[in-house]
């Protein structure tokens, strides 16, 4: 039988990957018929951080996370494993040792800082590396998975599809119409261009109103994000929102405040009042959703458990069936 998946983001794409590499046979339905800006997962991070999340995030999301990087590489992933940096400016240490008391890393001094990222030398006195954590280019996995699940035989179809049958719902907000618990958190992110600018794997700048995260995509290439409101808007970034990003960026590095900004995006991230996802039957239809602001992290974790419960009858942990 022919297993349909509704959605064509990060949360799609890995249910069919999994679901493929387990010998079903897959189609996945999308209201376009390639990933980009209309897809949450198309303005990510690509942080694959489950320690640092676990500094707020709920143990499960620490927990499922670690499977995320051995996950994306078998499936084709470029990613890259250097862990991530974490530093704050010298008035903000007691920052720093809050975030190193719930999270597991090696302390560093600044030569320590230095010799991890030269490029910071000088700027900071301590730091602590969180060995092993990844990272990887959302937008470049998400489209080599989709050209190497479409050699594998997934058919994609474009065009609207209804959340009922037995399908697998993975349509993120839009869901919102089958999951009346389902609510939108909005970020605002930054991609500039700062050729002078040298960093090899994340880093997280705390700050405890501002806190950045920088992630490097080659080529002089960075992703910045922080922001996260209670809101389902999409509309444009506010003018304080990237104040703020640009100015925690300076206070990283002074040369980010030559970088060229080449986009400014928003997105809606799905979520249950918790933070946490679910995996939730109604009648034949299975919905994957509330990944949060962990979609590229928890996404393996959510395939895997939903595969697990068709393939061999294994009822996933996060499982929530018959809702109402």
């Keep these: 039988m022919r297993q349909r998946v509704i959605g ?9 990957a999994e679901l493929s590499s387990r010998g ?10 390639q990933a980009g800006p209309h897809h949450c ?10 320690e640092c999340e676990g500094e707020r995030a709920e143990e ?3 927990r ?4 995320a990087a051995e996950w994306w590489a078998r499936h084709g992933a470029q990613v890259t494993r250097r862990g991530t940096l974490v530093v704050t400016l010298g008035r903000d240490r007691a920052e720093l040792g809050r975030f190193a008391r719930r999270v597991p890393g090696v302390a560093l001094d600044a030569d320590g800082v230095a010799a991890l990222e030269p490029g910071l030398a000088g700027r900071f006195s301590q730091g602590l ?11 470049a996995t998400l489209d080599a998975l989709r050209g190497r699940l479409a050699a594998q035989g997934v058919v994609f179809e474009t065009g609207e599809a209804r959340a009922e049958g037995a399908v697998i719902d993975c349509r993120g907000l839009a869901a919102r119409d089958a999951l009346r618990d389902l609510r939108g958190v909005r970020g ?15 880093v997280r700048l705390l700050h405890p109103r501002h806190p950045l995260y920088v992630v490097p995509r080659g080529a002089g290439l960075y992703m910045l994000g922080a922001t996260q409101i209670e809101s389902e808007g999409r509309g444009p970034a506010s003018a304080r929102a990237v104040l703020e990003l640009l100015s925690a960026a300076y206070a990283l590095h002074p040369a980010f405040g030559e970088a060229e900004v080449l986009e400014i995006g928003t997105d809606a991230r799905p979520a249950f009042p918790d933070n946490l996802p679910r995996i939730r039957r109604r009648g034949e239809t299975i919905h994957v959703n509330g990944l949060f602001r962990h979609g590229f992290l928890l996404a393996p974790a959510m395939a895997r458990m939903v595969a697990d419960w068709l393939c061999d009858g294994i009822r996933p942990e996060v499982c929530d069936e018959d809702h109402g």
């Design 129 to 139: 590396h969180v060995e092993a954590e990844a990272h990887l280019d959302p937008r």
């Design 24 to 33: 079903r046979v897959v189609t996945v339905v999308d209201r376009m018929a």
């Design 64 to 67: 499922l996370g670690r499977e």
């Design 8 to 16: 064509g983001g990060v949360m799609g794409l890995a249910m069919a």
């Design 188 to 202: 605002e992110m930054l991609v500039l261009r700062a050729p002078e600018v040298v960093l090899t794997r994340p």
């Design 60 to 62: 499960p999301v620490v």
């Design 41 to 50: 997962s198309w303005w990510a991070g690509g942080m694959l951080a489950p």
